[in-house]
Nanobody, 124 residues
Framework: QVRLAESGGGLVQPGGSLRLSCAASGSPSSTYTMAWFRQAPGKEREFLVRVLSTGTATDYADSVKGRFTASRDVAKSTLYLQMNSLKPEDAAIYYC?????????????????WGQGTQVTVSS
């Protein structure tokens, strides 16, 4: 069993920055690929990026490429998402997940374990 807990969300002005964290517990979570998704009200859950067990972040969504940076501290079993140049359309609940059941990693259904999410609000 793997447990995930996101933190770091909050209210930020447009153009501002936030750093989200996702603490993982359970074994062997450090060997699993992890990912970030987000879900805005009335919209489907959107894939943002995946981070391999090596710490390499790959497959950034076009909507966040160049503004968001994902990283991973394997020793701390923690996944991060540094979000810069935030826009009102970035407002959503942000989720981390891990352990894929299929290769379609852009789909929420491909992932088994999810955190409870953390709310990000971008408003002046």
């Amino acid at each position: 069993q793997v447990r995930l807990a996101e933190s770091g969300g909050g209210l930020v002005q447009p153009g501002g920055s936030l750093r989200l964290s996702c603490a993982a517990s359970g074994s062997p979570s450090s060997t699993y690929t992890m990912a970030w998704f987000r879900q805005a009200p009335g919209k489907e859950r959107e894939f943002l990026v995946r981070v391999l067990s090596t710490g390499t972040a790959t497959d950034y969504a076009d909507s966040v490429k160049g503004r968001f940076t994902a990283s991973r501290d394997v020793a701390k079993s923690t996944l991060y998402l540094q979000m810069n140049s935030l826009k009102p359309e970035d407002a959503a609940i942000y989720y981390c997940c891990t352990l894929r059941r299929s290769s379609n990693w852009h789909s929420p259904s491909a992932w088994i374990y999810w955190g409870q999410g953390t709310q990000v609000t971008v408003s002046s």
